[in-house]
């Protein structure tokens, strides 16, 4: 990583502007493909990082424990125009 860039080596080639995000070291990096080279390993992925996500262990902790300690309801589905 330099800067707000990110570079990486892929398998295959992605459009630039696509949308990515990469997960990496309980990190989770959201950005932009800027340019796409092919090189004699794959492809270089060049990213413009747009927001970095940390701790993703903790919040999948946290994310389970809430789900097991909760019953979710199910959902009442109704046609249009019917009243409760």
């Not at 570079?7 to 696509?18: F, K």
């Amino acid at each position: 990583m330099h800067g707000k860039r990110l570079s990486l080596e892929a398998g295959e080639a992605l459009p630039v502007s696509s949308v990515i995000s990469v997960e990496y070291d309980d990190e989770l990096f959201l950005g932009e493909v800027v340019s796409c080279v092919e090189t004699e390993q794959g492809w270089n992925l060049q990213i413009k990082v747009e927001q970095i996500l940390t701790g993703l262990q903790s919040l999948m902790a946290l994310r389970a424990r809430l789900l097991s300690e909760s019953v979710p309801q199910p959902l009442r589905l109704l046609p249009i125009g019917a009243r409760n």
